[in-house]
T-cell receptor
């Protein structure tokens, strides 16, 4: 199956700093990528849909100025958590859909963010 | 709006015993249904999916699931559980031509010796 890679897998930062998480589709082109957030022992919550070459679409309640998404190429989307605070600590997972297929979503390994 | 209910938060099964994880969905049209597995600190791996056709679908690692439209269910089964199956399992639903998925809250599977 197709592979989606996230980097970094773990990151620890100080409160007030910004952190960038990358999501790459390694062997296919993804016009659309999705960013999810997972709280401990809870399900995945869709944060935003990232479209190559255009602005991301954010779900209700997600601050777009806080969670900046850039999808500059067909294989890369980035999520930047700006001015991070401890409440932003979470597991962030991206997924990508392979165009022209049955639309199956492939998920990255996830990135654990800890804000001190 | 679509929704997914996984009524069991935790399930403990003895190694070698059979397993059934429950999933009920709410959706106004024919759903696309998925089961994913997540090991601690890891991303999600697709176990199986149902789009159409045979309502009993086979997946990886010996898992299968049955789509029952009358019950709005898509339960996951395995005849004999292995210790390595211990993980969290998520059921998800998407629309035809779906752009994203709605996930259930997950069921944590514990396997006892």
């Amino acid at each position: 199956g197709a592979v989606v890679s996230q980097h970094p897998s773990r990151v620890i930062c100080k409160s007030g700093t910004s952190v960038k998480i990358e999501c790459r589709s390694l062997d296919f082109q993804a016009t659309t990528m999705f960013w999810y957030r997972q709280f401990p022992k809870q399900s995945l919550m869709l944060m935003a849909t990232s479209n190559e070459g255009s602005k991301a679409t954010y779900e209700q309640g997600v601050e777009k100025d806080k969670f900046l998404i850039n999808h500059a190429s067909l294989t890369l989307s980035t999520l930047t958590v700006t001015s991070a605070h401890p409440e932003d600590s979470s597991f962030y997972i991206c997924s990508a859909r392979e165009e022209g297929s049955t639309g199956e979503l492939f998920f990255g390994e996830g990135s654990r963010l800890t804000v001190l | 709006a679509q929704s997914v209910t996984q009524p069991d938060i935790h399930i403990t099964v003895s190694e070698g015993a059979s397993l059934e994880l429950r999933c009920n969905y709410s959706y106004g049209a024919t759903p696309y249904l998925f089961w994913y597995v997540q090991s601690p600190g890891q991303g999600l791996q697709l176990l199986l999916k149902y789009f159409s056709g045979d309502t009993l679908v086979q997946g990886i690692k010996g898992f299968e699931a049955e789509f029952k439209r009358s019950q709005s269910s898509f339960n996951l089964r395995k005849p004999s559980v292995h210790w390595s199956d211990a993980a969290e399992y998520f059921c998800a639903v998407g629309a035809a031509g779906y752009s994203t998925l709605t996930f259930g809250k997950g069921t944590m599977l514990l396997v006892s010796p």
